[in-house]
């Protein structure tokens, strides 16, 4: 079993639509977790992180995370065509190297 | 610099030869980290610099992968003997633990573009 599972999709939603991406895993160590966001060809840039668990709220973006279910999520309302890249969560313990382990990541569509 | 930079974005290589990646971090950044995206994969962790040290190196995927950074800059990822499997995007990370005074590791991470190697 792979430490961090993820959906690769692909999803393909109409513009305007509240996106739900998600992640489990199965190391309980894992403390941070992040949603990264890729575009073609370019690096995955941080669009949320949250320490433990809870919910944290960007905008349109809300990340939550459930540690007693080792379950993450991200939702994304009213999607724009912009939206449309490939979505990562990432997970990383305390101290240490800090390195990340990361999920397949999904591809996301919204269509105009 | 105002990101990280990676070169070269594209290598084209033959089976069995040996390639250079280089990462320049943004300045000031004392951890450095590299990754492999395979195709359809999520990134794997390869090393992890802070300052010239690497004390962690546990993703190397074999002995024919190795890095090397100079002082607080750049960082140099060799693959020798290169094989098919090797084909994948080296991504570039760096990062600062602290900002001002506050921690903030994981938050500060900045990926490079990467350099998508071809093994033929």
């Known amino acids: 079993q792979k430490e961090v599972e993820q959906d690769p999709g692909p999803l393909s939603v109409p513009e305007g639509a509240i996106v739900s991406l998600n992640c489990t895993y199965s190391n309980s160590a894992f403390q941070y977790f992040m949603w990264y966001r890729q575009y073609s060809r370019k690096g995955p840039e941080l669009l949320m992180y949250?320490?433990?668990?809870g919910n944290k709220e960007d905008g349109r973006f809300t990340a939550q995370v459930d540690k007693s279910s080792k379950y993450i999520s991200l939702f994304i309302r009213d999607s724009q065509p912009s939206d449309s890249a490939t979505y990562l969560c990432a997970m990383s313990v305390w101290g240490g190297s800090e390195k990340l382990v990361f999920g397949k990541g999904t591809k996301l569509t919204v269509n105009p | 610099g105002a990101g990280v930079s990676q070169s070269p974005s594209n290598k084209v290589t033959e089976k069995g030869k040996d390639v250079e990646l280089r990462c320049d971090p943004i300045s000031g950044h004392t951890a450095l980290y590299w990754y492999r995206q395979r195709l359809g994969q999520g990134l794997e962790f390869l090393i992890y610099f802070q300052g010239n040290s690497a004390p962690d190196k546990s993703g190397l995927p074999s002995d024919r992968f190795s890095a090397e950074r100079t002082g607080e800059s750049v960082s140099t990822l060799t693959i020798q003997r290169t094989q098919q499997e090797d084909s994948a995007v080296y991504l570039c990370?760096?990062?600062?633990?602290?900002?001002?005074?506050?921690?903030?590791?994981?938050?500060?991470?900045?990926f490079g573009s990467g350099t998508r190697l071809t093994v033929v």
């Open positions: 990370a760096s990062s600062s633990p602290y900002d001002r005074g506050h921690r903030v590791g994981l938050y500060g991470y900045t």
């Open positions: 949250t320490y433990s668990s």
